[in-house]
């Protein structure tokens, strides 16, 4: 079936440093795909989507882009900052635009100063 | 800006009890969802609802889970016998037409 894989954490990066999250998937079809941020004591919050092949989500400096050849959708973000620290979840969603997401296990990045 | 909210934030609750997870989408959203992090691993869908009926259950959602929009604003997810494996974190989802699911910050079950 449909699957997300992601790195794993805990990533613990310098202030300024380079990020990259790895994400691969498995689906069946052409499935959106998206990353997730979760602050300490907040909701998933969408970050940034790409919906088809080759296709370059942004927002708030992060990166990802879409790449069916590869099954894959890694993050990345030029300079991070200690507030950027938190979990971040890849997911893909099938069946629709009212579908499910499926969720990767997420990974927790800390920054410090 | 809206958000989606639930209570409580941390349920504890002995096994074989029946729970009710209570959620407020945001008020003009349409389709709602329950997803659960048992600690460690993935998030994982288990309902979609829309219309007053559920669209959509994964093989998690079995007979002991219900869901319900029992007064147009809340949505609730009850357990009704609940098993040690069903501690997890709920989290609970809603959206309008063909945009982004909105999260809400998550309750945490404990069952001992």
């Known amino acids: 079936g449909d699957s997300v894989t992601q790195m794993e954490g805990p990533v613990t990066l310098s202030e300024e440093a380079f990020l990259t999250i790895n994400c691969t998937y498995t689906a069946t079809g052409y499935p959106s795909l998206f990353w997730y941020v979760q602050y300490p004591g907040e909701g998933l919050q969408l970050l940034l989507k790409a919906t088809k092949a080759d296709d370059k989500g942004s927002n708030k400096g992060f990166e990802a882009t879409y790449r069916k050849e590869t099954t894959s959708f890694h993050l990345e973000k030029g300079s991070v900052q200690v507030s950027d620290s938190a979990v971040y979840f890849c997911a893909l969603r099938y069946g629709g635009s009212q579908g499910n997401l499926i969720f990767g296990k997420g990974t927790k990045l800390s920054v410090k100063p | 800006e809206p958000e989606v909210t639930q209570t409580p934030s941390h349920q504890v609750t002995q096994m074989g009890q029946e729970v009710i997870l209570r959620c407020v989408p945001i008020s003009n959203h349409l389709y709602f969802y329950w997803y659960r992090q048992i600690l460690g691993q993935k998030v994982e869908f288990l309902v979609s609802f829309y219309n007053n009926e559920i669209s959509e259950k994964s093989e998690i959602f079995d007979d002991q889970f219900s869901v319900e929009r029992p007064d147009g604003s809340n949505f609730t997810l009850k357990i009704r016998s609940t098993k040690l494996e069903d501690s997890a974190m709920y989290f609970c989802?809603?959206?309008?037409?063909?945009?982004?699911?909105?999260f809400g910050p998550g309750t945490r079950l404990t069952v001992l």
């Open positions: 989802a809603s959206q309008v037409g063909a945009l982004n699911q909105y």
